[in-house]
């Protein structure tokens, strides 16, 4: 199973550096360290909610609700800047991580406690959030005037050469990996995914698991909310709308399966910045906006397409295994 997982990184790397020397082509500036650098700022948030993505599709579930909280958590902490704006920042970024993990319990509790298919969940709670962004705000915008400039300066300030918006992205990646890797509970997480009868007899709670990862993509969710609308210096109703769609896209790209208990943190970050790539390249190219999601549609579809085979073929190993024994 690591043996696959490796393959396929490398594999998306180099379908990614390829993608890159073809723009180089038609645009050398495109690869250089300060472009590319600018190309994964742009894509730290789609990184961040990818991961936390991740981490639900790990155990046979799925959260379409992350661009929705994004956009009440976005909302809720650029009215409270506007409202207190002596609120240090650093806690504006508690208060949004702890409201989108608030968010995330919700949806959690209704998988776990009512035994509601997470697709039905968070399409519910996607358009609650949405509806309830509306209730607060009036319909309103929070625009760049009614913000403190330390709320907008955040995402902007550089530390050690690189955006702060990056360094986010940068902790998230690092702390994703050590949950996977080095915590019970994310073994836990492919074990449900994975095989989730066996990981009863193995005395995980399967529901509490499942509920602890839409907690932690909630939370994620919510940093990238304070990201988003201190980055874009605006809060609107329809804020980062049909963006869940790109998150998902991120991770089947990445080879995570939708069928659970396979994915990578490498593997998510690098269909995050091919789609980066993509979004950010071929208008330099003068490729048009409909081609650009042609492409990304294609991209979307072959690695499907690749996962399932891959599988398939990991299946039919661990049977031939069996069969042996």
Known sequence: ?????????????????ALVALVYTRFPEFASVKSLSGVF???????????????????????????????????????????IPALPIPLLVVIAMLLGALLGCIN?????????????VTLGTLTIFRGIIFLISDGQWVNA?????????????HFLGLPVLS??????????????????QGRALYAVGGHPNAAVYTGINVGRTRFNAFVLSGALSGVAGYLWVSRYAVAYVDIAAGFELDVVAACVIGGISIA??????????????????????????????????????????????????SERRVGRIILKKAEQV
């Open 41 to 83: 700022n742009d894509t730290s948030i789609l990184i961040i909610l990818a991961l936390g993505q991740m981490a639900v599709i790990l155990t046979r579930c799925i959260d379409l609700s992350m661009a929705s909280n994004l956009a009440l958590v976005g909302m809720c902490t650029a009215m409270l800047n506007a409202a």
């Open 260 to 309: 659970g208990g396979i994915g990578s943190v490498a593997g998510a970050v690098l269909g995050a910045l091919f789609l980066g790539v993509i979004k950010n390249a071929l208008p330099v190219v003068n490729i048009s906006p409909f081609w650009q999601q042609a492409i990304s549609g294609s991209a979307i579809i072959i690695a499907v397409i690749f996962n399932a085979r």
């Open 167 to 184: 360094w986010f992205a940068i902790v998230s990646i690092l702390g994703m990996f050590v949950l996977l890797t080095r915590t019970a």
């Open 145 to 157: 005037h009614e913000m403190s400039p330390a709320f907008k300066a955040l995402p902007r300030a």
């Open 108 to 120: 959690g509790l209704l998988v776990w406690k009512l035994d509601i298919p997470p697709i039905v």
């Open 1 to 17: 199973m690591s043996s696959f997982k490796f393959s396929r990184d490398v594999l998306l790397a180099f379908a990614l550096v």
